[in-house]
């Protein structure tokens, strides 16, 4: 009679526990969190704090591979290199997605400047991706300012048969709220008001030169565009203003059509299989250095998110895809092969989330292009808060190009991903450099990528409703209108309705 008392009593005592709980939940926005995840997100933060191999294999391969460029004997290294290691880490479920490519590589630069074509002088320059397979163009440099529509329609005529100097960012004195435009659409502009070449001065000081593709669809320019140095760019300028400059630039590259493949390991969802959330990252990189932060950091956190759901046997209530994506960095060629297998097989009805990892390091908080889903990730952000303080745990919507999400995004699919963190070692002006070096990473920043993004991914995957929907192509339109990608989509050409 005592015991069977003392049972009740618990029992009661119990349930008054979880009532409470459950209102202290659904107060600090914590409703949907399942009461398993904290156990679950807990073995999560100690597998990865106590095993992770993402500083280590990312070391391994820009060691023994290199640079990762699509379509090179490298890029080819890194695509079964990923392969090999989701298979070690037990993954059945694998697969390659091949694409085909047009694949570009450099040859020969040079770049020679003066007040007279008799009487130039060299200048240190890297040429830009997808430019011509040769040039050698001799012009008149005209200042275009920040390359924007504005700096052309101020000056018509100004840049037509002539070389287009442009600054990648924003000039300091620029008129407040002027936002820059990405080095292709810079060059799509420049191209459009007639410039025969383009000269992109980079932003990053101490002489670094960035490269990257100048192409907004990944196919060859018809112009030669090169990039110069913050000190030798702004002292051109200068000179530029004071009388007539000119350049010859002359290069050779490579442009054919190649084989690439996308790396892919599921795991299939429990309960809701045909539902899919893919995670993914782009494993190729640039040839001028081995590409550790732009995208070692991202994608090799992807695969050790990948290693720590097999490690703890982890299957969510839905399908969970890792991508390796290759040729992100010659116009997301990867992630629209990706896409557009799944538009035309329909499986892109089924994938409610693309969450993105690129550059992604030591995350504060997360962000997605769902306000619907605040309440979600905040649930999810606020467990793994109490296992470290030091995620803040702060939200941000809104939406971006130029990364793999991008794909999924023009069909309406929610993306997102880790978000507040900063890149290591003061790595930003490596971006894209000579200088994009394995001693850049820092190996608990990569930790902390993999822990917090991957409690994400299982809250996602497992959640009962995912609140944030499929928008239709009228509801996508008007959320890019919205966040003010009209222009860089329509120079890109990727924009497909009507005025």
């Known amino acids: 009679m005592y015991k069977f008392s003392t049972s009740i009593q618990l029992l009661m005592v119990k349930r008054s526990l979880i009532a409470v709980s459950c209102l202290l939940l659904a107060g600090t926005g914590m409703a949907q969190v399942k009461p398993e995840w904290n156990a679950v997100f807990k073995n999560i933060n100690t597998e990865v704090q106590s095993n992770s191999k993402a ?118 004195g620029s008129p407040a709220g002027t936002k820059s435009l990405h080095r292709s659409e810079k060059t799509a502009i420049a191209t459009k008001y007639g410039a025969k070449g383009i000269i992109i001065i980079n932003t990053a000081e101490g002489g670094i030169l960035l490269t990257g593709t100048a192409s907004v669809t990944g196919k060859l320019i018809p112009i030669p565009a090169v990039c110069i140095g913050k000190e030798d760019g702004l002292a051109f300028k200068k000179e530029v203003a004071a009388g007539k400059q000119y350049a010859h630039i ?31 990252g782009h494993l190729d990189s640039w040839d001028l250095a081995t590409g550790a932060i732009d995208n070692g950091i991202g994608s090799f956190s992807v695969l050790d998110m990948a290693r720590t759901f097999q490690a703890l046997k982890l299957q969510p209530e839905r399908t969970v895809e890792f991508v390796m994506f290759m040729g992100e960095e010659e116009g997301l060629l990867g992630s629209k092969a990706y896409v557009d297998a799944a538009v035309k097989d329909k499986s892109i009805d089924q994938i409610r989330y693309m969450l993105n990892y690129d550059m992604t390091n030591d995350p504060k908080g997360f962000s997605t292009t769902a306000e619907e889903s605040k309440e979600l990730f905040q ?32 069909h309406g699919v929610p993306t997102g991903g880790g978000a507040g963190g900063a890149l290591p070692n003061n790595a930003g002006p490596c971006y894209h450099a000579d200088c994009d070096n394995f001693k850049l990473v820092d190996e ?11 409690m994400l991914l299982y809250g996602i995957a497992d959640s009962k409703e995912l609140k944030a929907k499929h928008f239709t192509d009228e509801e996508t339109k008007a959320f890019l209108l919205k966040n003010n990608l009209k222009e860089p989509l329509k120079i890109a050409g990727e924009w497909r309705w009507d005025d």
């Open 444 to 454: 608990q920043g990569m930790k902390n990528t993999v822990r917090y993004s991957a």
């Open 250 to 280: 002359t290069m050779t590259n490579f442009s054919g059509l190649i084989k690439a493949r996308n790396v892919i390991a599921t795991i299939k969802g429990k309960t809701l299989p045909n539902e899919k959330v893919v995670v993914g």
């Open 379 to 410: 649930s999810i952000g606020s467990i793994a808060q109490q296992l470290d303080t030091t995620f803040r745990n702060t939200f941000r919507t809104g939406a971006g190009l130029h990364s793999d999400h991008q794909p999924f995004m023009l």
């Open 55 to 172: 500083y280590a294999t990312l070391k391994q391969a820009t060691e023994t591979i290199g640079h990762r460029l699509t379509g090179s004997e490298n890029g080819k290294k890194a695509e079964e290199y990923a392969y090999n290691l989701l298979k070690l880490y037990g993954f059945k479920n694998l697969r390659y997605q091949p694409f085909e490519v047009e694949s570009w590589s450099r040859g020969t630069i040079s770049v020679n400047i003066g007040a007279t074509t008799s009487a130039l002088h060299p200048v240190k320059a890297v040429t830009l991706a997808h430019s011509p397979v040769k040039a050698d163009l001799t012009a008149e440099v005209v200042d275009m300012g920040n390359g924007l529509e504005a700096d052309y329609q101020a000056s018509q005529g100004k840049v037509k048969d002539k070389i287009a100097l442009v600054y990648l960012g924003v000039l300091p």
